[in-house]
């Protein structure tokens, strides 16, 4: 069973910045495609970036493209977001996602997910 914990959501202003951290259990980290969604407020859940097994490659909506970063420490089985330059529309509920087949960059058909994490943007 693969269970995903996202942490590092807060309150900040625009402009600032956030890092988002989300580990993953079980030895098979290395082997999960893995990805970062949101969802605000009466929208639906969008995805925000994708990362390769290795983390050299990367895919990022075009919302966020230049200004969020993703990346992941296989020795740690963990994946990051680090986002940049806030604005007040990135405020939402961040969730982590992984699957075992597929590419980082098709956005849907994840199996595992996170429970999110807060993000707030104030202006």
């Known amino acids: 069973q693969v269970q995903l914990v996202e942490s590092g959501g807060g309150l900040v202003q625009a402009g600032g910045s956030l890092r988002l951290s989300c580990v993953v259990s079980?030895?098979?980290?290395?082997?999960?495609?893995m990805g970062w969604f949101r969802q605000a407020p009466g929208k639906e859940r969008e995805f925000v970036a994708g990362i390769s097994r290795s983390g050299a490659s990367t895919y990022y909506a075009d919302s966020v493209k230049g200004r969020f970063t993703c990346s992941r420490d296989n020795a740690k089985n963990t994946v990051y977001l680090q986002m940049n330059s806030l604005k007040p529309e990135d405020t939402a509920v961040y969730y982590c996602?992984?699957?075992?087949?597929?590419?980082?960059?098709?956005?849907?058909?994840?199996?595992?997910w996170g429970q999110g994490t807060q993000v707030t943007v104030s202006s």
């Open positions: 079980g030895r098979t980290f290395s082997s999960l495609v």
């Open positions: 996602a992984a699957r075992w087949s597929g590419s980082y960059a098709v956005t849907s058909g994840y199996d595992y």
